[in-house]
């Protein structure tokens, strides 16, 4: 079974809209894993029906080491972003690992990508599940 970490700060609601949209596409399928820089987001994403969920620098720095596949904002791989939440130690941790990335170029961040549409949230998740992450998990290895 895949495990899927997916990482967000703050309030939880983008990783809580990529979880709601991995359970409808995979179900059980998968394993999802929460990961919130605070106890608030984490609580967010389980609401959303994660298989388990964590919270902080080190629950994030542990878990991406085995994860096959890592979700989130673009941020997540940006030090110091989420107003600080998201330290150097987990954006390595994130750059580093050996899982496949899939990020949604959202962020708070000043920072733009050129040539970046500008889409709604529900866009980007369904994109990045129906057209990245799925013929990713059902790829036969």
């Not at 029906?49 to 902080?56: F, V």
């Not at 791989?77 to 150097?88: K, L, N, Q």
């Not at 920072?111 to 994109?127: K, Q, R, T």
Request: proline share 4%; with cysteine.
């Amino acid at each position: 079974m895949k495990k899927i970490c997916v990482i967000d700060g703050q309030g939880g609601g983008i990783g809580s809209n990529i979880i709601k949209k991995l359970k409808e596409e995979f179900g059980e399928k998968v394993e999802v894993i929460a990961l919130g820089t605070n106890a608030i987001a984490t609580a967010q994403m389980l609401k959303s029906k994660a298989n388990k969920g964590a919270s902080g620098e080190n629950a994030i720095i542990h878990s991406v080491r085995d994860a096959d596949v890592i979700v989130g904002p673009l941020s997540i791989i940006m030090p110091h972003s989420f107003m600080g939440e998201f330290t150097v130690g987990m954006a390595e941790a994130v750059s580093k690992a050996s899982a496949r990335k899939f990020l949604i170029p959202l962020f708070q961040e000043n920072l733009e990508i050129a040539g970046m549409s500008s889409s709604p949230l529900p866009h980007f998740v369904d994109d990045i599940v129906i057209k990245n992450i799925k013929p990713y998990i059902m790829r036969k290895d």
